[in-house]
Every structure is written in C-alpha cells, then in structure tokens.
C-alpha cells in the first residue's frame, strides 16, 4: 500500500482493518479545536498534545537549496499553520543556522522519497509554540557557525513557548548540546517532549537550562555523548522539570546530571558502559550545585533503572531527597528496562524511510558494546528518489487518496476531520488507512522482494479485480518489477460498485561480495580477511562475521557471500596461498684449532 548570529552570542503506511462510515464535511475551526487532540496516535510526554500544522496548509520541499522557493528555509520561516513535506530527498547543506520563529507547524520527514533527509552545516532553532517535528536527520557537523547545537528550542525574553514534540529524529555531531532547551529571563519553555531519537557523538547530549519545566525524554538512545544525557540547570521552585523514561544510555563519560533544586523523574533506563570509553562519575544520576534552585525543593523520583557496570544509582546529594513517586507525570506506562533494547533498537531515529548508515554504526556499537566518543564523523548518502504523484498538491499521494476512497482533485480534502479528531492529512502521515464505505478490495500488504526475484501479488475482497499497470485481470497476479513499484487494483463488487487498493513492491538490489585480494603467507601463519559490500556475511567457514582470522596448512580458497536487506550476494573468493618453511642445512659440526678460520656453507 501508498503509504542571526547575535542569537548565538547571546547565549513511513501500515494497513488497519477498519473504517469509517461518516457524511463528508468540510470543517472551520482554530488550533483550540483540537484541545488534548493526540499530535499522533504514538505520541506520549508533556508535549503529547502538540497540534502542529494541522487543519493549514501545506507547503512543499522541492529541491535542497539552502534556500529561495522550494526551499527548507522558506518553508520553516512561513507563517500560519502549515504541514511542510517534501518532494526530494537527500542532503541539505545549510549556509546557517535556520531560526523559526513561525509556530503551528509540522514538519514531516517522513514524506521525503529515497532515504528521507539530512541536514548539514547548521542548527535549526525553534523560537515558537505548538510544533511537531519528525524523522529528520540533524547533523550540523564542523561546517556549522560556532556554538551551533543540532536542534535548540529558545525562548527569548517575553517569549512563553509550548507543546513542542520531536519524534524519530537523529542528532549529532554539534559543536555544543545535540538538544538544547532553553529560556531568557521572563521567557519560559514548557511542554515538550522528544522520543524515538537518537542523539549521539557530541560533547553534551542535551541541556534544558533555565526557566524550562515539564519536559520528556522518552524512548530515545544517547549514544557516544561525553557529557548531560542528560542535563537540567537551574530549577524553578513549585515546577517540575523532568522525566527520562525509557531510555537508553551508551558510552558516557558522566550520565544524568540534575542541579540540586530539580524536581524529576528517572524511570526503567538502561546505563550501559562501551569498553572503549571510561565513566568518570561513580553515579549515573548526580545531583550538581552548578546551576542549583533551591535545594531543599530537590525531589528525585528514581526506579527501575539498569546500572552500568561499576556504577552506583546516584550520588550522596541526592539520596536524601530521594522519593517513592513521582512528583508530576505525563502519563507514560513505561516498559521494564530489560525490555528496552528489543522494544527500541530496530525503530530509533530516523528509521523511516530508510536508516543511514551513521545511525546504523550506533547501534551496532551499541549492540556490541564498543565505539569511543566523537564530536564529527563521514557524512553518509542520503540518496533521492521520485515522489509519489500529487494532482491537487494537499500533500496527500494520489495512489493513497485513491486507495482510501478521497478525491486526487480536491485538496481541502486533506482537511476533513475524522471522529478520532485526525485530518485526512494527518492519516497519510501517520501511516494510517482510511475506507470510504463497506465495499473495499484490499491489496494485501507492501512486498519487499530482491532483484531478480518473481512475487505474487494477492487482492481480496471483490468479485473480479483488474492490476495497473498492465491492466490484468485476476485476483491473483506473478510481477518481477526490476523497480520500486506501486501496483494498483480496481475491485468490482457484486453491487456494481467499485474500490481501489494499491501495493508497493520494493526491490532490493543484489549485494555485491568482496571478500579481498589474494595473499600469501608462510606455514604456521595466521591472516584476517576481510569482506565488504553487504551488512552481514556468511563464510564456507561456517563464520558470518565481517573479519575471519584462518591459519590453513595448505593454499585454501576461501568464499564469502554478502547479505543485505535480505538479499544475497553471488560468492566470492580469495586465496590464501601457503609457502612451505625452507629447509635449511648448515653442514655438518667441525672442530678447529685456535686462531684458525673456516668457512661456514648453508
């Protein structure tokens, strides 16, 4: 299925069997019509009831300037609720630092075609209210102005800002916090939640500094950070600063850093330590005087979490403020934390549309339990692909509107609202399906197959079916695309009426195995060898690691097959020739008398 620098200074569609049968209207309301409205049906925290662009308009990201029309820029700086979506993926290399000041907005990276999007070279800082931002890769790296964070919420003196959540990003290489809150004096930030992230191989993982209150940090993997995963300064008496639920924590030098004052949460985490990097501090969650409130205020509700070896749970300061609840909670149902690494691993980050290859390295250190910490690393590709067909541009693919029953003519229909109070818009964007009546064919579910490879696509739910392209009939059809392709059915019911479902097939490309150059060694030697072009290996040795260590007695010719994304590679070989050990004869033992000479001959 279709699925300025003074500012510095200063400081993916899942099918449900369900529908809806309703009368179609077309809806006038304002952001308060969607009052405790889920900003997705995922979404958890303080900042959970974000509504974003939701009911405004929808602006498209068409090439990756820095910027002009088409732009990022320009659609981050426009005003007015706004959904932004992307028509082009890859890189965006930013010229500087993007300040948003515009709020209502959501920024959908899940829309982008290829492996989604990146940006370079400098930091987005949201300077608004009611913001929902997702799956998108910030990596500012050493090109961005100085002091840039990757992501930076601000609050300048004023400025009251709310409801921000940020799901499925990925964020590193900053040259100061990956995730940085903040406000100036008579400014405030509250309300916000990041979840799903990554936020990794920076000095400061992330920072809420002062005059910020009611903030989570849900689901997400710290990753490689020296410092703050995380860190809050400077509490306000009477408020409640944070809860860290759910989270994993990788390759710290110091963990969970509260200022003394603070009133938080941190609940069924997991502290795991890299063997390539020392922790400093003996606690994972230490009670700071830097930036202390109030201390007698402390109130530290800390349960469930897993240590790293060799730590303790928290420090002297905090244990007497330590409580047996929490003091305010945004209602998350956290999992235990020995579940953490199945539940969160295969869908942190920018998982959708597709992982990069940085993100990638992250948790296969995470899950090997090696990698050293980093501030910069190799940009990775971010390759495009062609956008879905959208006729009326209401951000909606025309293969989708035509599967859940809306019109490829019509754009305000991406703003009728449904009885669970999400637009039509917000369906496709949140991998959600809608049916316009009793009757509907279904396609089955999207098909991942690899090149090469023969599939038979399957629809049900009418008495005859016609597939395009091709236009053949049959409930029932065998394709070997040699793309990634989206086959539509046309369903005719025994009422005479008709329905649409369409089916995406992807085709994986076939691995190519490089196992290495021939070699030679002397008998009684060991070598490595090393295979490249895929993400998984399988030797004849039986070993499917990258790298095999082999000592063979005699030249042996060794194979390895490469798989990615479920495909398999033809063989490939290397041969390890053995040279045999020289006999050497020194002749026979002589005597001699002294001061004579003789010649020795091998």
Same mark, same amino acid.
């Given at each position: 299925?279709?699925?300025?620098?003074?500012?510095?200074?200063?400081?993916?569609?899942?099918?449900?069997?369900?529908?809806?049968?309703?009368?179609?209207?077309?809806?006038?309301?304002?952001?308060?019509?969607?009052?405790?409205?889920?900003?997705?049906?995922?979404?958890?925290?303080?900042?959970?009831?974000?509504?974003?662009?939701?009911?405004?308009?929808?602006?498209?990201?068409?090439?990756?300037?820095?910027?002009?029309?088409?732009?990022?820029?320009?659609?981050?700086?426009?005003?007015?609720?706004?959904?932004?979506?992307?028509?082009?993926?890859?890189?965006?290399?930013?010229?500087?630092?993007?300040?948003?000041?515009?709020?209502?907005?959501?920024?959908?990276?899940?829309?982008?075609?290829?492996?989604?999007?990146?940006?370079?070279?400098?930091?987005?800082?949201?300077?608004?209210?009611?913001?929902?931002?997702?799956?998108?890769?910030?990596?500012?790296?050493?090109?961005?102005?100085?002091?840039?964070?990757?992501?930076?919420?601000?609050?300048?003196?004023?400025?009251?800002?709310?409801?921000?959540?940020?799901?499925?990003?990925?964020?590193?290489?900053?040259?100061?916090?990956?995730?940085?809150?903040?406000?100036?004096?008579?400014?405030?930030?509250?309300?916000?939640?990041?979840?799903?992230?990554?936020?990794?191989?920076?000095?400061?993982?992330?920072?809420?500094?002062?005059?910020?209150?009611?903030?989570?940090?849900?689901?997400?993997?710290?990753?490689?950070?020296?410092?703050?995963?995380?860190?809050?300064?400077?509490?306000?008496?009477?408020?409640?600063?944070?809860?860290?639920?759910?989270?994993?924590?990788?390759?710290?030098?110091?963990?969970?850093?509260?200022?003394?004052?603070?009133?938080?949460?941190?609940?069924?985490?997991?502290?795991?330590?890299?063997?390539?990097?020392?922790?400093?501090?003996?606690?994972?969650?230490?009670?700071?005087?830097?930036?202390?409130?109030?201390?007698?205020?402390?109130?530290?509700?800390?349960?469930?979490?897993?240590?790293?070896?060799?730590?303790?749970?928290?420090?002297?300061?905090?244990?007497?403020?330590?409580?047996?609840?929490?003091?305010?909670?945004?209602?998350?149902?956290?999992?235990?934390?020995?579940?953490?690494?199945?539940?969160?691993?295969?869908?942190?980050?920018?998982?959708?549309?597709?992982?990069?290859?940085?993100?990638?390295?992250?948790?296969?250190?995470?899950?090997?339990?090696?990698?050293?910490?980093?501030?910069?690393?190799?940009?990775?590709?971010?390759?495009?692909?062609?956008?879905?067909?959208?006729?009326?541009?209401?951000?909606?693919?025309?293969?989708?509107?035509?599967?859940?029953?809306?019109?490829?003519?019509?754009?305000?229909?991406?703003?009728?609202?449904?009885?669970?109070?999400?637009?039509?818009?917000?369906?496709?964007?949140?991998?959600?399906?809608?049916?316009?009546?009793?009757?509907?064919?279904?396609?089955?579910?999207?098909?991942?197959?690899?090149?090469?490879?023969?599939?038979?696509?399957?629809?049900?739910?009418?008495?005859?079916?016609?597939?395009?392209?091709?236009?053949?009939?049959?409930?029932?059809?065998?394709?070997?695309?040699?793309?990634?392709?989206?086959?539509?059915?046309?369903?005719?019911?025994?009422?005479?009426?008709?329905?649409?479902?369409?089916? #995406?097939? %992807? +085709? =994986?490309?076939? $691995?190519?195995?490089? /196992? *290495?150059?021939? !070699?030679? &060694?002397?008998? @009684?030697?060991?070598?490595?060898?090393?295979?490249?072009?895929?993400?998984?290996?399988?030797?004849?040795?039986?070993?499917?690691?990258?790298?095999?260590?082999?000592?063979?007695?005699?030249?042996?010719?060794?194979?390895?097959?490469?798989?990615?994304?479920?495909?398999?590679?033809?063989?490939?070989?290397? #041969?390890? %020739? +053995? =040279?045999?050990? $020289?006999?050497?004869? /020194? *002749?026979?033992? !002589?005597? &001699?008398?002294? @001061?004579?000479?003789?010649?020795?001959?091998?």
């Amino acid at each position: 299925m279709i699925v300025p620098n003074l500012r510095m200074d200063s400081y993916g569609i899942l099918k449900n069997n369900f529908f809806y049968l309703f009368i179609a209207a077309f809806f006038c309301f304002t952001t308060n019509s969607f009052t405790q409205q889920l900003a997705f049906p995922t979404a958890e925290g303080f900042g959970k009831y974000a509504s974003g662009g939701r009911g405004g308009s929808v602006i498209k990201v068409t090439n990756l300037n820095d910027s002009g029309p088409g732009s990022l820029r320009n659609a981050l700086l426009a005003s007015g609720p706004r959904t932004i979506v992307f028509e082009v993926g890859g890189t965006i290399n930013l010229a500087g630092n993007i300040y948003v000041t515009n709020g209502d907005f959501t920024l959908a990276g899940q829309t982008a075609p290829g492996d989604g999007i990146l940006l370079k070279g400098g930091m987005v800082e949201v300077e608004a209210s009611n913001v929902i931002i997702r799956y998108i890769r910030f990596r500012p790296g050493p090109s961005a102005p100085s002091g840039a964070d990757a992501l930076n919420i601000t609050a300048w003196s004023g400025q009251h800002h709310e409801n921000i959540i940020i799901d499925h990003c990925s964020l590193s290489w900053a040259s100061d916090e990956n995730f940085d809150i903040r406000a100036l004096p008579n400014g405030s930030v509250k309300n916000v939640t990041i979840q799903n992230s990554i936020m990794a191989e920076c000095g400061y993982g992330s920072l809420a500094a002062e005059r910020t209150t009611n903030l989570t940090y849900y689901r997400n993997l710290y990753a490689h950070n020296s410092e703050r995963n995380t860190r809050k300064g400077y509490p306000i008496p009477g408020t409640f600063d944070f809860e860290l639920i759910n989270n994993l924590i990788y390759g710290f030098r110091y963990a969970t850093v509260p200022s003394m004052g603070a009133k938080f949460t941190v609940l069924n985490n997991k502290y795991k330590k890299s063997s390539q990097t020392t922790i400093m501090g003996g606690s994972v969650i230490e009670g700071t005087t830097g930036g202390q409130g109030q201390v007698s205020e402390t109130y530290a509700y800390i349960s469930g979490n897993i240590l790293a070896q060799g730590t303790t749970q928290n420090n002297s300061a905090i244990s007497p403020y330590l409580q047996s609840s929490p003091y305010a909670s945004s209602g998350i149902q956290a999992i235990d934390a020995n579940q953490l690494e199945a539940s969160l691993l295969d869908d942190v980050g920018v998982s959708y549309p597709a992982r990069d290859d940085v993100d990638i390295r992250l948790i296969n250190q995470y899950i090997n339990g090696n990698g050293s910490l980093a501030t910069s690393g190799t940009y990775p590709t971010i390759q495009n692909d062609t956008a879905p067909v959208d006729t009326d541009d209401d951000g909606m693919p025309d293969a989708w509107e035509i599967a859940n029953g809306l019109n490829i003519n019509d754009p305000s229909d991406r703003n009728i609202v449904q009885p669970d109070g999400y637009t039509n818009l917000e369906y496709y964007l949140n991998f959600m399906t809608l049916a316009s009546g009793a009757n509907q064919v279904n396609a089955g579910d999207d098909l991942t197959i690899c090149e090469g490879e023969t599939t038979t696509l399957t629809a049900t739910g009418a008495d005859s079916y016609i597939w395009t392209p091709g236009n053949i009939s049959g409930a029932s059809i065998d394709v070997n695309p040699s793309s990634n392709i989206t086959y539509t059915v046309t369903g005719t019911h025994s009422d005479g009426s008709t329905s649409t479902d369409a089916v #995406v097939v %992807t +085709v =994986n490309p076939i $691995p190519v195995a490089n /196992a *290495g150059g021939d !070699v030679e &060694i002397c008998q @009684g030697q060991s070598i490595t060898l090393t295979a490249s072009g895929g993400t998984s290996y399988l030797w004849n040795t039986g070993q499917t690691s990258e790298s095999i260590t082999v000592n063979p007695n005699t030249t042996t010719t060794y194979s390895v097959q490469a798989i990615q994304n479920g495909c398999n590679s033809e063989l490939d070989e290397v #041969v390890v %020739t +053995v =040279n045999p050990l $020289p006999n050497v004869d /020194a *002749g026979l033992d !002589v005597t &001699i008398n002294y @001061g004579e000479s003789y010649e020795l001959t091998a």
